[in-house]
């Protein structure tokens, strides 16, 4: 998240930016600190959830998305369907 924001110093429109640092902060969000390959050899709950198939990236987009529905985080909110 942090090399994103500096690449913001070379003027990006307010959209990508926003864009940009929600990605950057949902990239790795809640991860349990192993690869996927791991995730995968021990059949964890990750693994068993997400059939194997890009565990972590997978965990990632959905804990997002999950943020995203609480109201409390509304960081969706003010924005255009567009």
Request: proline share 1%; hydrophobic share 40%; with cysteine.
């Amino acid at each position: 998240m942090q090399r994103c924001h500096g690449i913001t110093k070379f003027g990006v429109d307010d959209c990508t930016l926003f864009s940009l640092l929600i990605a950057s902060a949902a990239h790795d969000v809640d991860h349990p600190g192993h690869n996927n390959m791991f995730e995968m050899k021990n059949k964890s709950v990750l693994s068993v959830i997400y059939n194997d198939k890009s565990v972590l990236e997978n965990h990632h987009c959905a804990t997002l998305f999950k943020i995203a529905s609480c109201k409390e985080a509304a960081i969706f909110d003010g924005l255009s369907k567009d």
